[in-house]
């Protein structure tokens, strides 16, 4: 492993350890649940009637991402997640791969375009 490697690794384990932990107590303190661990026992049905009117779909300008996670996650029911949109989008830019540089074709493979 490089030594960017190194840092970028404990960079994100800080982020998980200071950030992340730190909102899932605060969401546990809260009781607010992302996604069911196990079935209710006491619905006969998980089919419920939408009651809002508010859009439900909604689309992400990928241009000004940070932007539209805080605006989405500000409003829900833990609204601290909005605080960490700047921090997943620097760690999204710095882990992105990169493209690879096409190799030249061997002349000895025929290419179709």
Do not use: C
Request: avoid cysteine; aromatic fraction near 10%.
């Amino acid at each position: 492993m490089s030594e960017n490697s190194e840092q970028i690794e404990k960079q994100l384990s800080d982020f998980y350890r200071e950030r992340i932990v730190t909102l899932s107590e605060l969401a546990r303190e809260r009781g607010v649940e992302f996604f069911p661990l196990g079935s209710d026992k006491t619905l006969e049905s998980y089919y419920t009637e939408r009651q809002d009117e508010a859009d439900y779909i909604h689309e992400i300008d990928s241009t000004n991402l940070a932007e539209e996670l805080r605006s989405l996650w500000s409003n829900g029911d833990l609204p601290e997640l909005a605080e960490i949109a700047d921090e997943l989008i620097n760690f999204a830019t710095l882990l992105q791969e990169k493209e690879s540089e096409p190799e030249d074709v061997s002349p000895f493979i025929y290419a179709m375009f």
